[in-house]
């Protein structure tokens, strides 16, 4: 099982906006720079985020992005479901790009969709929240 540089990148900027003290607002220059990824890749991510309902950016000189919602409410299950664009982890996964002659007979494809199952199950059980309840170690580490 293995997300997606973007997934990744979505909770890894989730995580610097609940870290950030008193809800200011912070720029995707600042969070860029902490994780020493790409500017330009977060900046689609970002979007994705606001119109997702995640975060708010403020547009204008003193602008910026911060959370929309509490750190309690934002559900990492939930957000992985949103950010992933499939969970295809096998050919037959995939319906139009699947060739597989065994398919019709295969049983691993129906352990795989449990396993998968499963992975999101647990990821649902956490919140924003339960990721940064070691705030002040991780708020030194990204500055």
Do not use: W
Not at 7 to 19: E, G, N, P, T, W
Not at 49 to 56: A, D, S, T, W
Request: glycine share 4%; with cysteine.
């Amino acid at each position: 099982m293995r997300l997606t540089n973007y997934s990744d990148y979505a909770l890894r900027v989730l995580i610097y906006l609940a870290v950030k003290n008193n809800n200011e607002l912070a720029t995707i220059k600042e969070i860029a720079d902490s994780y020493d990824i790409s500017k330009n890749h977060l900046m689609k991510i970002i979007h994705d985020l606001g119109k997702l309902g995640f975060i708010e950016t403020i547009r204008g000189r003193n602008g910026g992005i911060r959370l929309a919602i509490q750190p309690k409410d934002i559900n990492i299950g939930e957000v992985v479901s949103k950010t992933e664009e499939d969970f295809h982890i096998v050919e037959c996964f995939d319906k139009g790009k699947n060739y597989c002659i065994i398919t019709p007979a295969c049983k691993l494809k129906h352990v795989l969709h449990e396993a998968l199952q499963a992975f999101i199950a647990v990821l649902k059980q956490y919140t924003l929240e339960d990721l940064v309840q070691n705030k002040d170690d991780l708020y030194s580490l990204l500055k």
